[in-house]
T-cell receptor
Framework: AQTVTQSQPEMSVQEAETVTLSCTYD???????LFWYKQPPSRQMILVIR??????QNATENRFSVNFQKAAKSFSLKISDSQLGDTAMYFC?????????????FGQGTRLTINP | SAVISQKPSRDICQRGTSLTIQCQVD?????MFWYRQQPGQSLTLIAT?????????ESGFVIDKFPISRPNLTFSTLTVSNMSPEDSSIYLC?????????FGSGTRLTVV
């Protein structure tokens, strides 16, 4: 079974600081995808960043970057120059596709607050 | 990337009744996914809906409680049947998009 663990239920930083959210996962597979999603109070799920397991290079999207450590099964999200609009729940997710079936498994989430 | 219109956005329902949630996608997609997000919790996959076949349900979810329809490649419904207060949650639909998965805006259901 695939599990995703986010060990930080809540985090809080000052605006413009850098913050890192942790995520570990458990799988015996070699090919898979990892995602970070953001859920603001509006409850809309917004894709932040995606990482393919076969790629060694860490994904980057503007202020958002990941530290993907495949051997350690770790997938942390770094937010640089944090902004008030980054305040949200952040979910790490693991996806595996096998024989046409897909399943996206989410971690428990980290509530991030950016303070002015 | 696909855009999903999900309705209703919220509802308050009496126990014992049923609510049908709709998701309309602006493009044709093979699979649609339905999730439940209980208060303060993460998202849990309820079922995967393929057009032209029965939905595939995850462990702990059954068709009698959560019947799903998928009449075409752009539309799906999830019904929450015989509701109890424990069904109070946010329900979201999702489809695979180019970079990842796109989600509907969610339906906040409160059962009283």
């Amino acid at each position: 079974a695939q599990t995703v663990t986010q060990s930080q239920p809540e985090m809080s930083v000052q605006e413009a600081e850098t913050v890192t959210l942790s995520c570990t996962y458990d799988t015996s597979e070699n090919n898979y995808y990892l995602f970070w999603y953001k859920q603001p109070p509006s409850r809309q799920m917004i894709l932040v960043i995606r990482q393919e397991a076969y790629k060694q290079q860490n994904a980057t999207e503007n202020r958002f970057s990941v530290n993907f450590q495949k051997a350690a099964k770790s997938f942390s999200l770094k937010i640089s120059d944090s902004q008030l609009g980054d305040t949200a729940m952040y979910f790490c997710a693991f996806m595996k596709q096998i024989q046409g079936a897909q399943k996206l498994v989410f971690g428990q989430g980290t509530r991030l607050t950016i303070n002015p | 990337s696909a855009v999903i219109s999900q309705k209703p956005s919220r509802d308050i329902c009496q126990r014992g009744t049923s609510l049908t949630i709709q998701c309309q996608v602006d493009s044709q997609v093979t699979m649609m996914f339905w999730y439940r997000q209980q208060p303060g919790q993460s998202l849990t996959l309820i079922a995967t809906a393929n057009q032209g076949s029965e939905a595939t349900y995850e462990s702990g979810f059954v068709i009698d409680k959560f019947p799903i329809s998928r009449p075409n490649l752009t539309f799906s419904t999830l019904t929450v049947s015989n509701m109890s207060p424990e069904d109070s949650s946010i329900y979201l639909c999702s489809v695979e998009a180019r970079r990842g998965y796109t989600f509907g805006s969610g339906t906040r259901l409160t059962v009283v």
